[in-house]
Nanobody, 118 residues
């Protein structure tokens, strides 16, 4: 059974930091590109960051560059998102996604809420 379980969300003040984690099971993690997405209230889901299957290549949305860092540990089957200098506009539900490099199969986690507010 495929599972992606996010954790680490919460309420943080502007300028603060949070670290999100996503634990994967039920599929060959090392052959999947991983990404984080977010959805703010009333808005469409957007891509935040991606990391290649081996971890050597990362990409970020312009809005989070230099503030967020995506990483993965293939041995532990986890992907993380370190979020610094958080802004109110970073508020939303953050989702972890797995995309098969060869198969193209996609899996989504259930999401974790991040709220940036004073």
């Amino acid at each position: 059974q495929v599972q992606l379980v996010e954790s680490g969300g919460g309420l943080v003040q502007p300028g603060g930091s949070l670290r999100l984690s996503c634990a994967a099971s039920g599929f060959p993690f090392g052959t999947y590109r991983m990404s984080w997405h977010r959805q703010a209230p009333g808005k469409e889901r957007e891509l935040v960051a991606t990391i290649s299957s081996g971890g050597g290549t990362t990409n970020y949305a312009d809005s989070v560059k230099a503030r967020f860092t995506i990483s993965r540990d293939n041995a532990k089957r986890t992907v993380s998102l370190q979020m610094n200098s958080l802004k109110p506009e970073d508020t939303g539900v953050y989702y972890c996604k797995a995309t098969g490099v060869i198969t193209g199969r996609e899996y989504w986690g259930q999401g974790t809420q991040v709220t940036v507010s004073s």
